[in-house]
């Protein structure tokens, strides 16, 4: 029998179409290689303070909403992980996406990060979003950025 090659996966999630279908490969790798995996999904510190320039409300009344979706898109990865046999650990984090990804995963002693990969340009002109971008330089695991299309195949 060989050895799996990952043993902790961390999934970053963030409610889009790519981290979804990161999320889904994240599950189908961890069940064939029977890893641990966490969720974690970082409530953006700079969004909170960039919509309470445009919002009348507190900055911890939309820190809250913002924490409350994150647990929404949590739940609903851990049920779609669960219907697929693996079992979840999750997490909502505040602060900057991607310092808070890599710590989560150094803290968990990762060994494979899988993330969305978020961009809105032509295929021909797609460059990694800026957290993908930050995670992959600053990680000390391999990470694997998925596309919103990647689920369909």
Do not use: K
Request: proline fraction near 2%; aromatic fraction near 4%.
């Amino acid at each position: 029998m060989h050895e799996a090659l990952f043993h902790h996966v961390l999934v970053a999630a963030d409610g889009s179409d790519a981290s979804v279908a990161a999320a889904r490969m994240g599950f189908r790798m961890a069940r064939n290689c029977g890893a641990q995996v966490d969720l974690v999904y970082v409530v953006d510190a700079f969004l909170c303070e960039e919509m309470r320039r445009f919002d009348h409300r507190e900055l911890e009344e939309i820190r809250e909403e913002l924490r409350e979706q994150g647990e929404r898109t949590l739940q609903v990865l851990r049920e779609e992980a669960e219907r697929m046999g693996v079992e979840v650990a999750t997490r909502v984090r505040r602060g900057d996406p991607f310092e808070e990804i890599v710590a989560h995963a150094q803290e968990m002693h990762a060994d494979l990060i899988v993330m969305g990969h978020v961009g809105r340009r032509p295929r021909r002109q797609v460059r990694l979003g800026s957290v993908a971008e930050r995670v992959l330089e600053f990680a000390t695991c391999p990470v694997m950025v998925v596309g919103a299309d990647a689920a369909e195949r």
